[in-house]
């Protein structure tokens, strides 16, 4: 099994700074992509970063200029530095590991963490 790990949610101020961090666990051959998603009560689950195998990133137009998707591929592990943050950005972020073979011969299967709440408040 396959195991996401997150970690660096809390609660800051608006203008302020939060680093997320996720790490997937367990036997992994090949991976196509990581992400992070977040969703706020009331509102779907929504793309906020992805970076792929070959370090391609892809941001939600509220994330572009303020958030920076990076990873670290020997490490199975992503991160995501969030500035400037505001009020519109609370909510549950959650790591996303996108087709993860756990052998050359595995079906691709995509995982999920259980999330880090994100609060931005004065």
């Known amino acids: 099994q396959v195991q996401l790990v997150e970690s660096g949610g809390g609660l800051v101020q608006p203008g302020g700074s939060l680093r997320l961090s996720c790490t997937a666990r367990?036997?992994?051959?090949?991976?196509?992509?990581m992400a992070w998603y977040r969703q706020a009560p009331g509102k779907q689950r929504e793309l906020v970063a992805a970076i792929n195998s070959g370090g391609s990133t892809n941001y939600a137009d509220s994330a572009k200029g303020r958030f920076t998707i990076s990873a670290d591929n020997a490490k199975n592990t992503v991160y995501l530095q969030m500035d400037s943050l505001n009020p519109e950005d609370t909510a549950v972020y959650y790591c996303?590991?996108?087709?993860?073979?756990?052998?050359?011969?595995?079906?691709?299967?995509?995982?999920w963490g259980q999330g880090t709440q994100v609060t931005v408040s004065s």
């Open positions: 367990g036997n992994i051959f090949s991976m196509n992509a």
């Open positions: 996303n590991a996108d087709r993860v073979r756990r052998r050359s011969w595995s079906v691709a299967t995509d995982y």
